[in-house]
């Protein structure tokens, strides 16, 4: 094999790299298997935190509406920059409430992280909490979705980038 051929399969593999990489970087691949499944543990969270407070709660009540508005609004968010990036086209707006407020300490990353930690806090309550056992099949479902959609995400990602430092 010449050298020219060795450089030329190495630019290639680089060029397919950056591709994958680049999918996995997108605002749609993002939303689809990180932002929506924390929307619907948050949505979840909020409905279950309703359903337990009425009427005998009325913090329990406040608080599930509160995390439903912002479930819905980070929803919303999610949507329009993944409707966004498909159509080719810069989102004015970050993926969530939290990561928006980022944006007025020029931090929407570090409030975006904290979004994450949020979400995750949420999926250990709902678990030990035992409130998981008062969804309804079809919200059950969607929970599986959520968790399935997340995790085999953040899986293939770690492979891709376990296959390409090796």
């Avoid at 190495?10 to 605002?27: G, M, N, S, T």
């Avoid at 919200?139 to 090796?166: C, D, P, Q």
Wanted: aromatic share 14%.
């Amino acid at each position: 094999m010449s050298p020219d051929t060795s450089d030329n399969k190495k630019h290639e593999c680089e060029k397919e790299r950056d591709a994958i990489q680049r999918v996995f970087q997108r605002p749609f691949f993002l939303s689809f298997t990180i932002g929506i499944p924390f929307c619907i543990f948050k949505l979840l969270f909020g409905i279950t935190a309703l359903r337990t407070g009425s009427p005998d709660n009325l913090l329990l009540s406040i608080s599930g509406w509160l995390v439903i508005l912002w479930a819905l609004s980070d929803l919303l968010m999610n949507t329009g920059r993944s409707t966004l990036d498909l159509l080719h086209r810069p989102a004015p707006f970050e993926y969530c409430i939290i990561a928006q407020a980022g944006q007025y300490f020029h931090k929407p990353m570090v409030f975006l992280a904290v979004d994450t930690l949020l979400a995750f806090c949420i999926i250990c309550a709902m678990l030990w909490s035992g409130w998981i056992t008062r969804l309804t099949p079809f919200e059950l479902y969607l929970w599986y979705s959520a968790t399935t959609m997340n995790l085999i995400s953040l899986s293939l990602v770690g492979i891709y980038n376990e296959i390409r430092t090796a």
